[in-house]
Antibody, heavy 120, light 110 residues
Framework: EVQLVESGGGLVQPGGSLRLSCAAF????????MGWVRQAPGKGLEWVSV????????YYADSVKGRFTISRDNSKNTLYLQMNSLRAEDTAVYYC?????????????WGQGTLVTVSS | QTVVTQEPSFSVSPGGTVTLTCGLS?????????PSWYQQTPGQAPRTLIY???TRSSGVPDRFSGSILGNKAALTITGAQADDESDYYC??????????FGGGTNLTVL
């Protein structure tokens, strides 16, 4: 059974940093691209970032480019999102999501999310 | 900047059929955008319904179907049930490793 478990969320001041983790279970982690999707309170889903299975390709939404870094450790079956220079508008639940094969360009499994609050 | 458009809200009667759409602020949606659809109830993670325009994800009942209607992607729910009351999001693959979500449709079943 596929499981994705996020951690690392919390309260951080504007300008601060936070690193999210997503532990993956139940599938061959290195064979699949992985991504982060966020949802601000009361708002819709927003795509944040994707990393290829081999970590050779990383992709970002314009809203986070230059501030966030996605990475993965295939030996630990873990996905990361390093978030720097955080802003109030980054406040959201951050979901880790597994992608189907690269040619489908869709997510198939989701974690339960971790809340990031950026506030002074 | 590309905007993916969805109806903000929709209502359907129990047992009825509803079609939600996913368009572009400029241009037409085609299968080349690999439209996918997700269902989300309050406080829960999204659930994948449809990918690659019209392929149902594992375990999704066949009353959910995807298609291209005119210049938009579409999600049709046939025989709506009370527990279909949710938010529905489409996402389009824009190419070059970029995805864009629509604003979501809040579906009421009453």
């Amino acid at each position: 059974e596929v499981q994705l478990v996020e951690s690392g969320g919390g309260l951080v001041q504007p300008g601060g940093s936070l690193r999210l983790s997503c532990a993956a279970f139940g599938f061959t982690f290195s064979s699949y691209a992985m991504g982060w999707v966020r949802q601000a309170p009361g708002k819709g889903l927003e795509w944040v970032s994707v990393v290829s299975g081999s970590a050779t390709g990383t992709y970002y939404a314009d809203s986070v480019k230059g501030r966030f870094t996605i990475s993965r450790d295939n030996s630990k079956n873990t996905l990361y999102l390093q978030m720097n220079s955080l802003r109030a508008e980054d406040t959201a639940v951050y979901y880790c999501a597994k992608m189907r094969g690269w040619g489908d360009y869709a997510f198939d499994y989701w974690g339960q999310g971790t809340l990031v609050t950026v506030s002074s | 900047q590309t905007v993916v458009t969805q109806e903000p809200s929709f209502s359907v009667s129990p047992g009825g059929t509803v079609t939600l759409t996913c368009g572009l602020s400029s241009g037409s949606v085609s299968t080349s955008y690999y439209p996918s659809w997700y269902q989300q109830t309050p406080g829960q993670a999204p659930r994948t319904l449809i990918y690659s325009t019209n392929t149902r994800s594992s375990g999704v009942p066949d009353r959910f179907s995807g298609s291209i209607l005119g210049n938009k992607a579409a999600l049709t729910i046939t025989g709506a049930q009370a527990d279909d009351e949710s938010d529905y999001y489409c996402v389009l693959y824009m190419g070059s490793g970029i995805w864009v979500f629509g604003g979501g449709t809040n579906l009421t079943v009453l």
